[in-house]
T-cell receptor, first 115, second 112 residues
Framework: NAGVTQTPKFQVLKTGQSMTLQCAQD?????MYWYRQDPGMGLRLIYY???????DKGEVPNGYNVSRLNKREFSLRLESAAPSQTSVYFC??????????????FGPGTRLTVL | SQKIEQNSEALNIQEGKTATLTCNYT??????LQWYRQDPGRGPVFLLL?????KEKRKERLKVTFDTTLKQSLFHITASQPADSATYLC???????????FGTGTKLQVIP
């Protein structure tokens, strides 16, 4: 049981390049999330998918797109990377617990640097 | 707008003492409040959840309180150990399919 996996672990891009961050979970969770974490800013939600086939914007969606490929996989795409997108990106998944809470399970993160 | 405040400065305590971390929130009424631990270079890991109708929740050396009137949660680690050194995030949760919002975290350093 791998939990939440993310690839790649590290990436360096030049301004204007594109890339896709991959995320997969094997816990049969309905909901998946993409966050970015910057010093002093905490975790900020980029996009989330409450269930397969749906995606919604979070707090900081500009410059990103997502695809919920199936129940297991949720990818994040940077079409034209900018230095402001240098960050650590975390994918997470959750399912409603008994009573409706959303304990989240996080992947190990992708450390992205945009030059 | 919704706001979550955690001590932004690191908390240094002596091994064996009780660490107390504070989480204050404004402009919403979460049904639950979650606490996570994050180690350097890793993703957050869920520790505890407390419901709005619970005043206190315990798990081993951890204790969480939730005061919906004060809009505050306190997270206690008793008999702290150097292995408890990490950043602790609070996350008010509105439940249902609403997203969870995370605080910026408090870094705890337990000194041997």
């Amino acid at each position: 049981n791998a939990g939440v996996t993310q690839t790649p672990k590290f990436q360096v891009l030049k301004t204007g390049q594109s890339m896709t961050l991959q995320c997969a979970q094997d816990m049969n969770h309905n909901s998946m999330y993409w966050y970015r974490q910057d010093p002093g800013m905490g975790l900020r939600l980029i996009y989330y998918s409450a269930s397969e086939g749906t995606t919604d914007k979070g707090e900081v969606p500009n410059g990103y797109n997502v695809s919920r490929l199936n129940k297991r996989e949720f990818s994040l795409r940077l079409e034209s990377a900018a230095p402001s997108q240098t960050s650590v990106y975390f994918c997470a998944s959750s399912d409603q617990g008994q009573g409706g809470y959303n304990e989240q399970f996080f992947g190990p993160g992708t450390r992205l640097t945009v030059l | 707008s919704q706001k979550i405040e955690q001590n932004s400065e690191a908390l240094n305590i002596q091994e064996g003492k009780t660490a107390t971390l504070t989480c204050n929130y404004t402009n919403y009424s979460p049904a639950y409040l979650q606490w996570y631990r994050q180690d350097p270079g890793r993703g957050p890991v869920f520790l505890l959840l407390i419901r709005e109708n619970e005043k206190e929740k315990r798990k081993e050396r951890l204790k969480v309180t939730f005061d919906t009137t004060l809009k505050q949660s306190l997270f206690h680690i008793t008999a702290s150990q150097p292995a408890d050194s990490a950043t602790y995030l609070c996350a008010p949760d509105s439940g249902g399919y609403q997203k969870v919002t995370f605080g910026t975290g408090t870094k705890l350093q337990v000194i041997p």
